[in-house]
């Protein structure tokens, strides 16, 4: 426990800095901030606060500073690995209310906003100007771009668009100890160390952004969806493959197996064949020449890998109602089961098949249900694990489970995240991906940026004296559980 | 000096490394290595190593670690900021051997190679399999990737494919102490802290890339250019924010001044029209039907912007006729004087105009011709210097002009460097463009990743007690020569 006294004077420090009605301190009010979207993980900060401006982050940092008290920052909490937990004897540093867009300026295509504001919001602010803001998480409605930037958030479009890190030219920064840092610039480059895109997924270990200066895009003139059925998955991945082969790199590339339409259908009514062992769902953008001409080209390939079926949206309305299946599939598979824990991973695209059939064999061998989304095109994985929480042990073999599926990743040469962090959630699974030189490197960085550990100590980065407990954990539960084929 | 006795134990135990032909040791020997692309800027090194493979590189840094002997790694020597300016008490580790490309991966669309492995010689690699490797410098003929990643280089072609940092996916390198990291990773996003993000564009400072992994791309099906003329620079300018602002990413878009026009012509018979004040050159890639909607826009666009004459490349030999001649503007520029020194900074592209009227300004006032070459598209300037070193006096006033643009491009909100780096060149310019705070962190992560300071010491990030120094220097130089209208 933090002792009382630090507790008193932190709030007394934090009464000069911030109205009362913006520092939550009792229990009720603590309550809807003790978790993420990652709710098996829970904890109750010391304080929390929810300062209005960049000038109330940078005192309440420099007082935390001076009282050595944690900070964990959040945005709007829809984080999936955990990595806005709170701290037991931490504040919480709520950054919501930093929600003003500052600057748009359309010549340079870029916009300048505060770090709370809604991803969403920022495309809503320049579609006047014909740009939009390209990355778009599930949780665009509600997730903030500072949390967007803690954890290299991505999204459908990320494969032609990028992630995060590809679509920030500047941040403001407040580091551990108050000094008001920007990094970035303007245009591509700039000089001296990359330090923004080294804060892009640092899960706030490494400074508290405030202001963020984004690259915006034209809207394309032409957008138009595919929705290609198969008979099986292995099918529907060797199409992705073929097309992208071909040369294209469409805007979206999603792939969702029976389990997972059933759901998305049965909650959103979009459309998809309940049938199917896999959809596809393709998006390509651009002018309308282009789109028309790679659209032909798609066609052909889906049909030439077998598609069951094919259907072109044939207007908005239709084109948007796939979209809802897709973006409503976690929710949707949500009312199948208790609870779902949503894993995340990236593979090589070639690896599709092998994983898919690992899963399958842990999904019976753990007598667990799977739901599969990916985001196909570029190898980013979503399995959905179905479980009931209240089954005592089940949150234990989920979380087995999902170990081995991230041990795969790292197996057939991918890695432990695609765009949700490492957060607490795969802090185990890190010595698996990452020698003791390399997770002394993270380290050295944390400690060049925060040498006091004050910023979301204890996530991302495992501490080196348990890489090795965990390594050896993993390969107990492998050897423990043999596969049939494994 | 180096006592004589560290030079015996490094060369002995580099003989026990290394086959003799590959350490070089005379003074004839190590002159070739005495200056990298910035020939004004020269040092002899203690010796140069040429190793064959990784793990003589792995030997090579962990002997100079024992011996605390800097390390200056060198890859083809076509860096233009002194980046790879040997160290006189140091050891010049020269990555050319390194040669080899490692593995082609047509379906995940990636290329392995070490790290001497020219630019140009990957795309040719990876030909067979319609790919290709999208940075392009114009040294890409000679230059290596490893040099591409300690300068984030970048091209004509990076306003639509971006730098090196947005196409490598995964770096091999050997840190200060011997020790062998694996950073990135296969996909967009990888777990841990971005240090592979951070490594590229370090020049040299952080570790030494041994093998890289980069992302390749589908050879477009058409690809087609226009050159355009104006009679004004200005126009010019508008006329690239104009076709911008219709929401099209050219593959390249340069601009250059009738000096440059005229040097290129001179020299390379590219067809270019003498009398213009400026040409765009403008190259459109993708699909047939994308690049014939996109060029008749471009072509409208160009008009309405007042473009006096306009002509699409009738084949592709008169498309490479028009790159031809911007391709070697540098070396054309290079003879109409003794001496010519290429600046590099990036501004936004609103303030084009206002940047190129105070170039004007100045060269009136110094009494040096400027020729102007630009990425036009991402702001990219390159005014190319002409004088007369063997002029007394004349090179330091070169130094002082130039340093007074790269101010200039601070002051419009752009940065000192596009593609160059920082290297020694610009290194009095740092202060101008960060704050002591933001020096300090770049200091604290040097310090992280190398403790000894071994790793290129003394280049890109310049010690805090000379940052105000250099700042009063840039305003006593800008208050002493007042402009007419600065």
């Known amino acids: 426990m933090a002792e009382p006294v630090v507790k008193q004077k932190l709030l007394a420090g934090l009464q000069q800095i911030l109205p009362r009605e913006f520092i939550l301190n009792s229990e009720e009010q603590l309550r809807p901030f003790e978790c993420d979207g990652l709710p098996v993980y829970r904890q109750t900060p010391l304080l929390a606060v ?26 709007a909490g829809t984080g999936l690995s955990a990595g806005a937990l709170p701290h037991t004897e931490g504040l919480l540093l709520v950054m919501t209310r930093l929600n003003r867009i500052l600057a748009i300026d359309p010549d340079n295509r870029t916009a300048t906003v505060q770090a709370g504001v809604r991803n969403l919001a920022i ?16 949780s665009q409605i509600a997730c903030s771009i500072g ?48 330090l923004q895109a080294l804060l892009i997924g640092s899960e706030g ?21 595919v929705l290609a059925a198969f008979t099986s998955i292995d099918q529907a991945g060797q199409a992705v493959s073929n097309i992208i082969a071909a040369g294209i790199i469409p805007a979206g590339l999603e792939l969702m197996d029976t389990l997972a339409i059933c759901a998305a259908e ?39 890998s077998g598609a069951s079926s094919l259907r072109i949206a044939r ?59 990916f985001h196909a095109g570029d190898g980013n994985l ?37 765009e949700h962090g490492v957060g607490l959630e795969k802090i185990r699974q890190m010595p698996l991906q990452f020698s003791d030189a390399e997770i002394s490197q993270f380290h050295a960085v944390k400690q060049a940026l925060d040498p006091v550990d004050l910023l979301n100590p204890g996530k991302n980065i495992p501490l080196l004296k348990h890489c090795q407990e965990y390594r050896a954990l993993a390969t107990t539960v492998a050897s423990n559980r043999p596969l049939p084929h494994d």
């Not at 495309?123 to 599930?138: K, N, Q, T």
């Open 382 to 418: 979503h399995p959905l694990i179905l479980f009931d929480a209240n089954i005592p042990g089940q949150l234990q073999l989920v979380e087995e489970m999902g170990g081995r599926i991230l041990a795969k990743c790292i197996a057939v040469g991918g890695t432990i995240t695609g």
């Open 147 to 194: 949390g967007n930037i803690a954890e290299n958030a991505g999204g459908v479009h990320c494969l032609k668009y990028g992630l995060t890190v590809h679509n920030v030219l500047q941040l403001k920064v407040i580091s551990v100890n108050g000094a008001e840092l920007l990094l970035g610039g303007s245009g591509l480059d700039s000089a001296g160390f990359n």
């Open 315 to 373: 207007d908005e309305t239709e084109r948007l109602r796939f979209w809802h299946g897709r973006k409503n599939a976690f929710p949707a598979v949500g009312r199948l089961a208790p609870d779902y824990y949503c894993m995340d991973g990236t593979i090589p695209r070639g690896a599709l098949a092998e994983v898919l059939s690992y899963i399958s064999q842990l999904s019976r061998e753990y007598g667990l249900r799977v739901a599969n989304v």
């Open 50 to 75: 929810l300062p209005g401006n960049a000038d109330e982050v940078k005192a309440i940092i420099k007082l935390c500073y001076e009282l050595r008290v944690p900070i964990v920052t959040r945005g």
């Open 266 to 304: 049965d909650y959103a009514g979009a459309g998809y064949p309940r049938d199917a062992a896999a959809i596809l769902l393709l998006e390509l953008d651009g002018g309308e020449a282009t789109v028309t001409e790679q659209m032909d080209l798609v066609r052909a390939i889906l049909n030439s």
């Open 205 to 225: 270990m490494l400074g508290v952004v405030t202001e963020v200066t984004v690259r915006l895009l034209p809207r394309p003139q032409t957008v138009r969806a």
């Open 123 to 138: 495309s809503e602010a320049v579609a006047p100007f014909g740009l939009f803001y390209a990355p778009d998480p599930s």
